[in-house]
């Protein structure tokens, strides 16, 4: 019941997306031939970021809340059931006419590499299902997405809360998760995440199927659905999703513009429609646009649709920039800090940050590296919309190598990379399989040389289920079904937590952690303290503790909570026992009450 309760709240919000989002396109046209699969995942993908903009729009007027979600949710239900009568009327008509076929399952007609790959996929799709319902334990969700998401669901409006590290990032898919908290529970954001990695998987199954051929197709959906994370309320999949689904409006816009369309504009403001969320919510998608600007200047250069394009981009992004342009001179805070100043960062945040992403620097999943044999493939000569994603994964690989090389900031390309990437192992595989023709002629020619490849796949098949049932086991573990497993679960995932616990429900004034970034969602709704920003470490903790004990007090601050390992050099200062009274320790973390005067 737990499962199929977030499942159905799931559903009843992707009916309403799709309601509103194929309101929009199907006053717009879809190119020809049209998938339906693919443009329904389209116009929920745009549903999405209608609402990210609606409640974008009643949070800035201050008016976000319960009952303007629920309003904006049932708008879209009601949109979606006036649209479904024409809609089964346009699958019946399209799925006759297709190109391609526009089925999702087994049929007749499939290779027995057809079935073992839709095989892989449905094994690693398993442990997906499972994991969004665990609740939350990850580090960044912890120390920022929630927190900031509770804030706004709680105070109905965009505040600057100066107590996170990250006070003046872009929101945009945040925004989702407040009215998540508002209308269910904690658990409920995993599942807006996972629904922009479920859009997204489909949508690479069906580019594929247009572009290429079902076994790539299906292997390549699998390559990005491992990939994926289903399991926090981070925004990297939702970024993912929207610079997908930019990169497809943009191929329509091109496809619309071949063919004379006088629709052809409209499918490129919806791009840069897409474009513009994403970059609202994280500032990782604006490196796309130079190669954005690059495909559509060298169409079109009418002033008229460029205003409407740039317009449309910056509906969904703007506050967040211009905010930050207004408030701290740095439309980029703090990432342009070298450039703009820097507020609430000093050059020495500025450095340890960027020195924090180079120590996670590292080589990207081996599955992905099928991508750089991709122009090798047959499709790269035959499909222009394959060169043209061989083109977008060149280009962000190239971006990724040059900044950060930290694994997470390229999964906004992970959905193409993994589809490219499927040609590129498609083309690794074939010349294996030549060359053993060529060295082993007797082996080539034997009639069973085929029953063995069944058999090693059947074997590989069977691993993977293994790996697979495994895999959910342990995700499933995690579910949490009542307030004692869930608190048992997170006392072993979150450090500090049952500390943090503690003072929620026993508050003494301002709260400030040491070292316990990742449990301050758990804490008091406000929690100071960090290794960066305004609040760090360095400017509170070195002082002898009367003099930090009243520098606390003068700020509001009535108790301090560190972690473990942190409690035997501050508690070995002289005098720290006289201003700083223990209230509570439990796994790894300690609480204790300030006192300004001795006693």
Known sequence: MFAAAHYAALAVFVVSCWGYGRAVLSRIGVPTPADVWLEAAMSVTLGVGLFICAFQALAIAGLFGVTG??????????????????????????????????????DASMSWLDKAALAALALIALPALVAPLAPPAVFDELMYHLPYARMLAQTGTLGIHDWLRYPWFPYNY???????????????????????????????????????????????????????DYASALIDMGVALFVLAGCVALWW?????????????????????????????????LTFL????????????????????LLSFLLPC?????????????????????????????????????????????????????????????????????????????????????TSR????????????????????????????????????????WSRWSTVGVWVGGLLIVTLAAMSVQQTFKRGAMVSLTQDTRDAFLRVNVPGYEVMRYLREHP?????????????????????????????????????????????MSLGFGSLVVASPYVAGLSSKPGFDKHFVPLFEKDGAKAYRILADAP
């Not at 004379?260 to 969320?277: I, N, Y």
């Not at 130079?290 to 394009?309: D, G």
């Not at 930290?406 to 399989?433: C, D, E, H, N, Q």
Request: hydrophobic share 55%.
């Open 174 to 228: 945040n925004l989702l998760y407040a009215a998540a908290l508002l209308v269910g529970d904690d658990v409920l954001p995993h599942f807006l995440s996972a629904l922009a990695g479920a859009l997204s998987v489909g949508m690479v199954y069906r580019l594929g199927r247009q572009h290429t051929s079902r076994t790539l197709a299906l292997a390549g959906a699998a390559i990005w659905l491992g990939l994926g």
């Open 318 to 402: 703007i506050y967040w920039y211009a905010r930050n342009a207004i408030t701290t001179g740095d439309p980029f805070n703090p990432i342009g800090a070298r450039l703009f100043g820097f507020t609430n960062w000093n050059a020495a945040d500025y450095q340890n940050q960027f020195d924090d992403v180079k120590a996670h620097a590292a080589w990207p999943n081996l599955a992905i590296w099928g991508v750089v044999l991709a122009p090798l493939s047959p499709w790269f000569r035959r499909s222009a919309a394959v060169r043209a994603a061989v083109v977008f994964c060149a280009y962000s690989l190239v971006v990724w190598l040059v």
């Open 290 to 309: 130079p190669l954005v600007a690059v495909f559509v200047l060298w169409r079109e250069r009418r002033p008229k649709v460029l205003a409407l394009a």
């Open 508 to 552: 003494h004034g301002k709260l400030y952690q040491v070292a316990l970034s990742e449990a301050i969602y758990y804490g008091p709704d406000e929690v100071w303290g960090d290794m960066l920003g305004p609040w760090r470490y360095a400017d509170f903790l070195a002082a002898p503790p009367a003099e930090m004990a009243r520098k606390f």
């Open 253 to 285: 816009w091109r496809e619309a513009q071949d063919a004379k369309s006088p629709q052809a504009p409209r499918w490129l403001v919806v791009a840069t429609f897409f474009f513009g969320v994403a970059a609202g919510c994280k500032y990782q998608a």
């Open 69 to 106: 979600v629920l309003v904006l949710v049932a708008i879209g239900i009601g949109a979606a059931a006036l649209q479904v009568p024409a809609w089964r009327r346009q699958l019946r008509e399209r799925a006759a006419a297709a190109v391609f076929p526009s089925s999702w399952g087994v």
């Open 406 to 445: 930290y694994p997470r900031y390229m999964t906004a390309s992970y959905p193409l990379v993994a589809l490219m990437s499927a040609l590129g192992w498609a083309v690794f595989f074939k010349a294996i399989a030549s060359g053993v023709r060529k060295a082993a002629p007797a082996f080539a020619a």
